[in-house]
């Protein structure tokens, strides 16, 4: 299997620290309002790797942080806290607005097909929250402070970035580029040492003296800052190294960035062997924004009759380093292809005897071809062009059973679609549709065609090809 490395910028093979398991740790959102399908499409390809992981043999070992604390509008120190400002606007508290947009959260991932994290059994699993780990935050503040890489200020403790001369290699941007970059007008605390030195503890004090959120340390009151917590759950609950950690392309010169300096100076190791990052989906060409029209999340997409899955398909058609355009007709068109390969998996409900036909295709080729491709740097778009030329010849020379259940199985392990669990008809609805396959064999077109009528009542339609009918729901 093939991965590419951001720390390389190449793609590079993929071999497990220990063999055959796999320690993988993904960015989870900050819970301070609904996600929007942006954020999601970073969560998707999440799944599709590790779901590739597992395809290939490996045990996966998955952790997803939830940010429910800590993390400014800027994702340095400036601005406000997203939680407060939700809190503010929901008129809620922020463990409140924290539950709300969790569970949101969950609801989406599940309509997605998006498994849920496995590798963490806490108080709040299987997602590891942020105020779970407050103790373990601490004690890495601690470490840090006593290795001589964090300092006391008056509004919060803060890393000294200019202790590690390789920070910032993730980006690839050294501390004297940065210093060119920075806004001195954004730092609000002077008692930085340098401006690319980011907050590990903020007290409640000065602009934080209100502060919602609080807990006792050896330092003051206060709370951590946004980049810390992924250390600290990760050295809880993986160790160091990981194999793989993933995140959107925004995370790169800041809080992966971050997070390899605290890490690698507390612990004396490296934090990760793979950096794994998706790139931006804009929509209608655009950045995504509340005060524009193309501002979508996943309800309102359904509210406009969408499948959550037809959303999931649309994502798998770019590759996950591509920028990818959000429109409502590639979204048409990808419910249309979900709603053929669903058709083509509805065969399994008609007698095996009506549906086969010898001369269908075979499906141990289509199968080593999506495998191929998904272990190609997670290659969705050409394993769905596997799967999109196998409907084609399907629908032109029928299908035979044989080896079907199979490829319908590989490909829902490989993509999260849903193809092969199927069960979108109730048992009369099943009955006629299986009634009328027969009266079809039978010649007998009068019963067919008032069977075909019953069906589209329960706005069920059918559509007769060489494999037999398949339906979908109108």
């Known amino acids: 299997m ?92 922020v463990w409140e607005v924290a539950e709300t947009f969790i569970n949101a959260f969950e609801k989406d991932s599940a309509m997605l097909n998006i ?24 004690s890495l503040v601690q470490t840090l402070l006593d290795k001589g890489y964090a300092y006391p200020a008056e509004q919060a403790i803060y890393f000294d970035v200019g202790k590690l001369p390789d920070y910032g290699r993730l980006a690839r941007q050294d501390i004297a580029d940065k210093e060119v970059a920075a806004r001195p007008e954004v730092v609000t605390d002077t008692d930085k040492r340098h401006p690319q030195d980011f907050a590990l503890w903020f007290f409640n004090t000065g602009r934080f003296a209100n502060h919602s959120m609080g807990w006792d340390s ?10 810390l917590e ?43 062997n793979f950096w794994v990052h998706n790139e931006h989906l804009l929509a209608e060409g655009r950045k995504m924004s509340k005060s524009d029209s193309n501002y979508h999340t996943l309800k309102g997409l359904i509210d406009k009759g969408f499948d959550p899955l037809a959303l999931r398909l649309l994502f798998l058609q770019a590759h996950y380093r591509s920028q990818m355009n959000f429109t409502f ?58 799967l999109s030329d196998l409907v084609a010849e399907a629908e032109e020379n029928g299908i035979n059973n044989e080896g079907f259940q199979e490829l ?5 392990c490989l993509l999260g679609l849903s193809l092969s669990s199927r069960e979108d008809v109730n048992e009369d609805e099943k009955s006629l549709l299986s009634q009328r396959q027969q009266a079809r064999h039978d010649q007998n077109w009068q019963l067919s065609d008032q069977l075909r009528d019953q069906l589209s009542k329960k706005k069920i339609g059918v559509k007769d090809t060489p494999a037999g009918q398949i339906w979908q729901r109108l």
């Open 408 to 412: 319908l199985e590989a490909a829902d």
């Open 218 to 227: 050896p330092w003051g009151k206060g709370f951590p800052g946004w980049h």
């Open 2 to 93: 093939r991965l590419y490395n951001t720390l390389s910028r190449t793609v590079e093979q993929f071999q497990p620290i220990n063999d055959g398991a796999v320690k993988l740790y993904t960015c989870g959102p900050t819970v301070y309002d609904y996600a929007h399908i942006g954020n999601l499409r970073s969560f998707v390809f999440d799944d599709v790797l590790r779901r590739t992981l597992e395809s290939e043999g490996y045990q996966v070992k998955h952790v997803m942080n939830i940010t429910d604390v800590g993390h400014m509008t800027s994702d340095m120190d400036e601005g406000e806290d997203k939680l407060e400002s939700g809190a503010t606007r929901e008129h809620k508290t």
């Open 115 to 138: 498994l849920p994290p496995n590798a963490y059994h806490g108080r709040h699993a299987p997602y590891a929250r942020a105020t779970d780990f407050i103790d373990d935050q601490q």
């Open 329 to 386: 007709s590639g979204l048409e068109a990808a419910q249309s292809f979900l709603r053929r390969l669903q058709a083509w998996a509805d065969l399994k409900f008609q007698p095996a005897a009506l549906a086969q036909n010898a001369g269908g295709p075979a499906y141990g080729p289509v199968l080593r071809k999506m495998r191929q491709a998904m272990a190609d740097d997670l290659n969705t778009a050409a394993a769905l062009v596997s």
């Open 230 to 272: 992924c250390s600290a759950i990760i050295h809880a609950t993986l160790g160091e190294p990981i194999d793989i950690h993933t995140g959107g392309v925004d995370h790169i010169g800041t809080h992966h960035t971050n997070e390899i300096a605290q890490t690698e100076a507390a612990f004396g190791t490296r934090l990760a």
